[in-house]
């Protein structure tokens, strides 16, 4: 498993966002390394909760020392994000020796390497018996990235030797800039190439004026976008950074969430009669994400995201779980669990037997509950859930489902004041990717 691997799930499923953010003080507007410093401090205390990852590039940090770099990187390891020095290593073996050993000893979790060197299994080797990441530079942002593509060396394009080299050097990740010459076909054989543990990291986004769909659709669960100068030198940083955020998670959990749909045995069912689904309606399409939950990559994949979200929306803690009986009971014990709260659920009708109870588990009153749920059709089930805790003294207004019918939920939920989200929803884009031509009688 690649070292990033797992430092890269905790530190989005913290945040519930794949922004890299860019941590680089122009020297011209910031001249003195103490003000440098002090910046970059600033943006990680006020930003932390908007990023997963800060990459630093080493020639806007020079001059802050040892300790300085080592205090920005201490505070962004406590608040729970990834750390990338972005300093293009590549050099002969003692170099590299000297400069793995640095790294390290500023407290980076990785760095980027250039492999024009033409070493990069050595810079791996020395990188790992340190416990440091790897992101190998395959493919620059904008103009930049169209040699890697024009130069050609052994019958391919240069980009794909260097990627070839870090697999066989069995590098973390690889930074794929945002460019026109990089297009989803090769973002998805990239990605084959590299396996499903890389982490991608996609510079070219903010200021570069970068599309980021090509790599949302092409590059699986584990990608990153750089994004710097357009939020951290921003009139409103936080404002921008939680856009930013947003637009890229929700896009990501909208992909990965409709793919596991698709593809998880069970799940998608298209029939060429209308059934009743379980609200009283009838469609040809039937989602039963009980049959996500069969499957260990899909179950973990879709409780990574639905954690995420929920600590992008609402944070890590100051809240319990609500869901209903029985479909959202074995997803919303496992974000409970993960995010370490307590867990309710509501029964559609009374126990006729023992306390006849309605609500399962203690609702504290006054204690703020977020709904967690499978599917959400005509949102009948889902108000009866928020009924129920409101009842009994709960507070719930966001409510979270892995999949939406668009039927009406959202609207309803809306009138009792409670914020509908869905990692995916019924409409066009995902009939189209589930292959089914007509909504018409769906």
Same mark, same amino acid.
């Given at each position: 498993?690649?070292?990033?691997? %797992? ?15 860019? $941590? ?12 440098? *410093? ?7 205390? *006020? ?5 997963? !990852? ?7 940090? #020079? ?11 201490? *505070? ?17 073996? %003692?170099?590299?020796?000297? /400069?793995?050993?640095?790294?390290? #000893? ?29 992101? $190998? ?26 990627? #070839? ?63 710097? &100068? ?17 637009? *890229? !998670? ?8 409709? &793919? ?40 973990? $994949? ?6 995420? !979200? ?9 809240? %319990? ?10 997803? !919303?014990?496992? =974000? ?7 867990? =309710? ?12 109870? #309605? ?26 859930? =928020? ?7 709960? =507070? ?8 939406? &019918? ?22 066009? %884009? ?10 018409? /009688?769906?």
């Amino acid at each position: 498993m690649s070292i990033l691997r %797992e430092k890269y799930d905790r530190a989005v499923e913290l945040s519930g966002s794949i922004l890299c953010l860019g $941590l680089d003080p122009p020297p011209w507007a910031y001249p003195e390394p103490s003000d440098r *410093l002090r910046f970059c401090l600033d943006r990680i205390r *006020l930003l932390s909760r908007y990023c997963s !990852a800060v990459k630093i590039n080493e020639n806007h940090i #020079r001059g802050l020392g040892e300790d300085g770099q080592r205090a920005i990187t201490d *505070l962004a390891s406590r608040l729970g994000l990834l750390t990338i020095l972005d300093c293009k290593m590549g050099d002969i073996s %003692e170099t590299v020796r000297a /400069g793995v050993r640095t790294v390290s #000893r500023l407290g980076y979790d990785s760095f980027t390497v250039n492999p024009f060197f033409g070493n990069v299994k050595e810079v791996a080797e020395e990188s790992h018996d340190a416990g440091l990441g790897v992101f $190998l530079l395959a493919h620059p942002s904008g103009n930049y990235g169209d040699r890697y593509f024009r130069e050609v060396v052994a019958g391919e394009p240069l980009f794909w030797k260097f990627i #070839r080299e870090g697999v066989e050097a069995s590098v973390d990740g690889y930074v794929l800039g945002l460019s026109q010459s990089l297009r989803e076909e090769d973002i998805v054989e990239i990605r084959r190439v590299v396996g499903d543990d890389a982490v991608i990291l996609a510079p070219g986004l903010g200021a570069q004026g970068g599309d980021p769909s090509a790599l949302i659709r092409g590059g699986g669960e584990r990608i990153l976008f750089n994004v710097g &100068r357009s939020i951290i030198l921003s009139e409103n940083p936080a404002s921008k950074a939680a856009e930013v955020s947003e637009s *890229l !998670a929700r896009e990501r959990e909208f992909i990965l969430t409709s &793919r596991a749909i698709i593809s998880t045995r069970g799940v998608l069912n298209v029939y060429d009669k209308p059934v009743q689904l379980s609200s009283g309606g009838w469609s040809r399409i039937y989602i039963d994400c009980r049959a996500l939950y069969s499957d260990p990559a899909s179950r973990s $994949l879709i409780a990574r995201l639905m954690v995420g !979200a929920i600590s992008r929306r609402v944070g890590r803690s100051g809240f %319990e779980i609500a869901t209903t009986a029985t479909a959202g009971i074995p997803l !919303a014990s496992i =974000v409970a669990d993960r995010l370490g709260v307590g867990l =309710v659920y509501v029964r559609m009708e009374k126990k006729a037997h023992g306390l006849e109870r #309605r609500v399962e588990g203690v609702v504290k009153p006054g204690e703020v509950y977020v709904g967690v749920d499978d599917v959400a059709t005509t949102g009948k089930s889902a108000l009866e859930c =928020v009924k129920a805790v409101r009842e009994e003294g709960g =507070v719930i207004e966001k409510y979270f489902v892995i999949f939406d &019918r668009s039927e009406g939920a959202e609207k309803l939920l809306r009138e009792a004041g409670v914020e509908l989200y869905s990692l995916a929803r019924m409409n066009d %884009e995902f009939l189209t990717m589930a292959g089914v031509s007509e909504r018409k /009688g769906a």
